[in-house]
T-cell receptor, first 112, second 114 residues
């Protein structure tokens, strides 16, 4: 079983749509969780951290369910510029040691 | 914000040659840097953890004699792909810890081995 699993997509949605991505992780002791965004042939960039209580950043909402080892990302009012691959990322270590485990990514294509 | 510079961004080489990729933290010191490899449509796979002043820690299945890592200063780590073969063609990305739970990535190096 992969350490971090995501639906690869692609998700093809029209502008203005709401889209949700899911992710599961296998290590129940994992400490920190993130969503990264990766554009084609570019490096990944941090989109947002995911907190236990859930958190929102503009049109983006992240949720964490530790009991189910499940992370989600909701994008509202999709823009063309949201087209990218979204990577679910887990840090199984505590103490600020940044050894991140990446999911394979979910591809999003927003069309006019 | 923190910036990590990675060079070269693209390299094409002949089979059997060695290629060096540099990763520099420009405005912060990084005792730890990470080297990832990404094949098309696959996730980033951690290859090794580069530790300043000591030996790198390699992930299972990564040959340390093939992928040489040197982290001689607090701002520079290098990855050398020795005796490169076509199957080593990939996107290599470094990252550096710029704070607790904060990783800054380089722009990546696309290696093509002919």
């Amino acid at each position: 079983r992969k350490e971090v699993e995501q639906d690869p997509g692609p998700f093809n949605v029209p502008e203005g749509a709401t889209v949700a991505f899911n992710c599961t992780y296998s290590n129940s002791a994992s400490q920190s969780f993130f969503w990264y965004r990766q554009d084609c042939r570019k490096e990944p960039k941090l989109l947002m951290s995911v907190y236990s209580s859930g958190n929102e950043d503009g049109r983006f909402t992240a949720q964490l369910n530790r009991a189910s080892q499940y992370i989600s990302l909701l994008i509202r009012d999709s823009k063309l510029s949201d087209s990218a691959t979204y990577l679910c990322v887990v840090n199984p270590f505590s103490g600020g040691y940044n050894k991140l485990i990446f999911g394979a990514g979910t591809r999003l294509a927003v069309h006019p | 914000g923190a910036v990590v510079s990675q060079h070269p961004s693209r390299v094409i080489c002949k089979s059997g040659t060695s290629v060096k990729i540099e990763c520099r933290s420009l405005d912060f010191q990084a005792t730890t840097m990470f080297w990832y490899r990404q094949f098309p449509k696959q996730s980033l796979m951690l290859m090794a953890t580069s530790n300043e002043g000591s030996k790198a820690t390699y992930e299972q299945g990564v040959e340390k004699d093939k992928f040489l890592i040197n982290h001689a200063s607090l701002t520079l780590s290098t990855l050398t792909v020795t005796s490169a073969h076509p199957e080593d063609s990939s996107f290599y990305i470094c990252s550096a810890s710029s704070g607790a739970n904060v990783l800054t990535f380089g722009a990546g190096s696309r290696l093509t081995v002919l």
